[in-house]
């Protein structure tokens, strides 16, 4: 690429030579947020790993009182939406303004059913008195034994899933700020960074549930389903 | 630059196995293994693999320069460090938390 070609590209910013060295840029500094997201949502992890290991029995027996069919349903749905942010990044990278768009608001859409079917399973915890608390956790059907560590599970499932939500809530209005921007025609061959940096962000949420679901939904074996 | 991702065939390809994975992880959660620890082994290794098809794939890391391999790598080597150390800990010392 000559250097007149290059700073022609209303895109590149001064300090870099080239758009491919602006963009790699752009991919090294993302993949260095997603480390310090990896660390971030690593703590709850090995807190989980913690508490499982010292309560086994009362985690499975908590772990009843989730719906396997939603949680199964929600895996499905944000896979789905992980396959339609990649289209989008792919249909950025290829300048095609109104598919970039579409697959931009499908993932958004898909977002949302996700979000809705977990306020639906929040609601049932709190009406069964499954969020933890001094005198709030009180469980029909967890026997008085596994209390502690039942407790020590709803903690863990409310602080890991709503961090993960919490992820999906800041995302999907960027999400449809990206679909506005491609639908006037801002990306093409040459530029889609933003689309493609969000799209790794993205992905990594994907990530996340991809190991919350077995680890809260799918602990107890002998589960009647 | 727009050529470096994968193709829509691979990319197709990586959701139906992320798909056919999930009902594996489904369907091996209630298997008797002979112990349960075995079904927690076989839940993360299978989430393991998804993850790293959709870090490979949708994250476009196998297009990229290899200095992003080694940042990914990085960022998951010191989370296994962290798990592993601790619970190595936990596991031997049974007094620990008690």
Same mark, same amino acid.
């Given at each position: ?21 602006? /963009? #790699?840029?752009? $991919? ?6 997603? $480390? ?26 908590a772990s009843r009182e989730l719906d396997i069919p939603l949680g199964l349903i929600n895996t499905i749905v944000l896979i789905g939406s992980s ?34 079917? /977990? $306020?639906?399973?929040?609601?049932? /915890? ?68 933003? $689309? ?9 949420? #994907? ?12 602990? #107890? ?5 | ?98």
């Open positions: 690429m000559s250097e007149h070609a290059a700073a022609a590209h209303p895109r590149l910013q001064h300090h870099f030579d080239s758009l491919e060295q602006q /963009k #790699d840029a752009s $991919v090294l500094g993302m993949w260095t947020f997603m $480390v310090t997201e990896i660390m971030f949502f690593g703590g709850l992890f090995l807190v989980y790993a913690v508490y499982r290991v010292m309560y086994p029995e009362s985690f499975a027996v396959f339609t942010m990649a289209m989008g990044v792919r249909s950025a990278a290829f300048g095609r303004r109104r598919g970039a768009a579409l697959w931009l608001v499908l993932t958004a859409l898909l977002g949302l059913v996700f979000l809705g079917v /977990k $306020v639906g399973e929040y609601q049932h /915890k709190f009406e069964h008195h499954l969020v933890p608390g001094e005198g709030r956790f009180a469980p029909d059907h967890i026997p008085a034994e596994h209390h502690r560590g039942a407790e020590a599970y709803f903690s863990l499932y409310f602080a890991m899933t709503g961090l993960h939500a919490t992820h999906m809530i800041i995302g999907i209005p960027i999400l449809l700020v990206l679909a506005v921007s491609a639908y006037r025609g801002r990306f093409s061959r040459s530029y889609s960074t933003p $689309v493609e940096m969000f799209g790794l962000y993205w992905h990594f949420v #994907d990530i996340i549930w991809i190991f919350l679901f077995p680890l809260l939904y799918l602990i #107890d074996p002998s589960r009647h389903h | 630059m727009s050529n470096h991702g994968p193709s829509l065939k691979t990319y197709v390809a990586v959701f139906v196995a992320l798909l056919l994975l999930t009902m594996v992880t489904y369907s091996a959660a209630f298997m008797d293994f002979g112990s349960h620890r075995l079904n927690v082994v076989v839940a993360l290794g299978i989430a393991v693999v998804k993850a790293t098809l959709v870090v490979l794939f949708f994250m476009h890391v196998k297009y990229n320069e290899r200095l992003v391999s080694v940042f990914v790598v990085a960022g998951f080597a010191w989370l296994a460090l962290l798990i592993v150390g601790t619970l190595h800990d936990y596991w031997t010392r049974g007094w620990l938390g008690q």
